[in-house]
């Protein structure tokens, strides 16, 4: 059990996250398709997880905003990186 301000801190939520980062960290490999389509996993995550902390728990957690807003910028990075012009080799 975590302290009261921050409920998430304890939870089983940080294992998923650790892979989460693991697969982002080592994403230059992968499609950008792919790492674009975890990423808006994670937003959409974030939003729930946002939606209850603020609702549900009527309750403010440094760490979890921050985590939301590390996976916000992920996502943007990894747009970017979709819709980038992939480049070609120059014979």
């Given amino acids: 059990p975590g302290p009261p301000s921050c409920p998430f801190l304890f939870s089983p939520l940080p294992l998923p996250g650790a892979v989460f ?3 982002m960290l080592g994403s230059a490999p992968l499609p950008r ?3 674009l389509f975890i990423s808006s996993l994670s937003c959409a995550f974030s939003l729930y997880l946002a939606y209850v902390l603020k609702y ?3 309750d403010f957690c440094i760490v979890c ?3 939301y807003i590390v996976n916000g ?3 943007v990075f990894a747009y970017k990186r979709f819709t980038a012009k992939k480049m070609t080799k120059v014979n």
């Fill in 33 to 35: 398709a792919l790492t």
């Fill in 73 to 75: 910028l992920i996502f």
């Fill in 65 to 67: 905003v921050s985590s």
């Fill in 21 to 23: 980062y693991l697969i």
């Fill in 56 to 58: 549900v728990l009527e």
